[in-house]
């Protein structure tokens, strides 16, 4: 089992900055994929930002603003919002998807409000 755990999240003025924080524990094997997600009110979940193998992907609604990184040391992977936007405001949670040696199993975390004012 997996336990995810995000921090960082909060209330910022539009065009500020936050880092997010997403901490992995308990039976992590070599091979999984990190990012993150975000569901505002009344929307579907969508994905954010992915990182895997040196790889990373950034959705275009947020490229050049958001930055994914990872710590494999430390199992976190951080994701730094610049120049935040109203429409940014959402509750982003944590994905991981592990490779278990027979399928790949999604875990997730339970989340952190990320608040852009205008």
């Known amino acids: 089992q997996v336990r995810l755990v995000e921090s960082g999240g909060g209330l910022v003025q539009s065009g500020g900055s936050l880092r997010l924080s997403c901490a992995a524990s308990?039976?992590?094997?070599?091979?999984?994929?990190m990012g993150w997600h975000r569901q505002a009110p009344g929307k579907q979940r969508e994905e954010v930002a992915t990182?895997?193998?040196?790889?990373?992907n950034v959705a275009e609604s947020v490229k050049g603003r958001f930055t994914i990184s990872r710590d494999n040391a430390k199992n976190t992977v951080y994701l730094q919002m610049n120049s935040l936007k109203p429409e940014d405001t959402a509750v982003y949670y944590c994905?991981?998807?592990?490779?278990?040696?027979?399928?790949?199993?999604?875990?997730w975390g339970q989340g952190t409000q990320v608040t852009v004012s205008s």
């Open positions: 308990g039976s992590i094997s070599d091979i999984y994929v």
């Open positions: 990182t895997a193998g040196g790889t990373t």
């Open positions: 994905k991981m998807n592990q490779w278990n040696g027979v399928r790949w199993l999604d875990y």
